[in-house]
């Protein structure tokens, strides 16, 4: 199969095969030049130049799951829990705004300390003291809290299925399933929710034949936002050891999700960036338009380790605000205006 049949085809259907999307995450050299090239294209051509940026507030360390790659996991007895007060939150996103985001995403570990009213009063607050867009990546909830944080004010939610082979996920997800967490973004949709989903590359025993699969269920799911990070071991998990995931096949899976779903919004994620200095510029040169630079205040961004050598970790936030404005300009691009709603979003009539 030629690399460039396969490119043609993928933008004239906005679909590939398996064994085609195989074909390009083990392509090399040119070949792989010119996948990034044609995303970079479709990436121009369907979202534009605008890189938008979203706050990140992470306002709760604890979880109630054991995830094996993550340094939040509730057996982790060496992890900083800590938890942000409502009004607090409102303060950092009321920040945030000021310094130009025009989305937050509120991210925590599964902790229900925060009720489906406490989220909602959260949501209504921001919301009633700024114009932003707001993101929520809290996990797995029943449908009625669901419904009520959408009916609060909230407009998009972001939840990674992690890895679509049901043995690893049962594996490195204790307590959980696979099933619960199809049906959760799949409510998701049918909220009105924008749909944000994606994967982990490189948890140890996924193949290449795994990660094609990946791309597939993000295009079945037909996701408006698509997160995909490379796993980065933390010491105090079971998979210390491991090896950590390759930013190659990071970015090869980046451009392939701009061909089949164009309008979509990608992140160049933090994960990215930690394993290569120049991984978020890498990202946003092959297919990623979306920045998510977290805005906490200092003494919360340290304890929030889902991973170790997060960058920025050190940095305040007007510090990361200057300095993705620097790179985001210096690729050619600019810094989106407005709330920049993913564009393959579609309302539901
Ligand atoms: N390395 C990289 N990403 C991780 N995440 C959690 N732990 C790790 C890790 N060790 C990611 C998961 C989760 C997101 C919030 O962070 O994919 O969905
Ligand atoms: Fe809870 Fe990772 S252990 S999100």
Known sequence: MKIKNILEKACAKNNLTKDEIKVLLEAEDEDKDLLFKTADRVRKEHVGDEVFLRGLIEFSSYCKNDCFY?????????????????????????????????????????????????????????????????????????????????????????????????????????????????????WFKNLGYELGTGFLIGLPGQTIDDLAQDIILVKELDADMIGIGPFIPHPQTPLKDAKEGSVDLTLKSIAILRLLIPDANIPATTALGTLDPLGRQKGLMCGANIVMPNVNNLKYKLKYELYPGKICINEDATKCRGCIESIIVSLGRKVGQGKGQSRHYKRAA
Do not use: W
């Not at 989305?103 to 489906?116: A, I, P």
């Not at 989220?119 to 990546?137: F, G, P, R, Y």
């Open 70 to 186: 993550c340094g939040l996991r509730r057996s982790n007895n060496q992890a900083q829990r800590y938890r942000m007060q409502e009004d607090e939150i409102v303060e950092v996103a009321k920040r945030a705004y000021q310094m130009g985001y025009h989305t937050v995403v509120l991210q925590s570990g599964e902790d229900m300390f925060y009720t489906k009213d406490r989220m909602c009063s959260i949501i209504k607050k921001i919301k009633e003291n700024v114009d932003v867009a707001i993101t929520l990546s809290i996990g797995e909830r029943s449908y009625d809290e669901y419904k009520a944080f959408k009916d609060a004010g909230a407009d998009r939610f972001l939840m990674r299925f992690e890895t679509s082979n049901e043995k690893l996920y049962r594996q490195y997800h204790p307590g959980m399933s696979f099933e619960k967490r199809i049906e959760c973004l799949k």
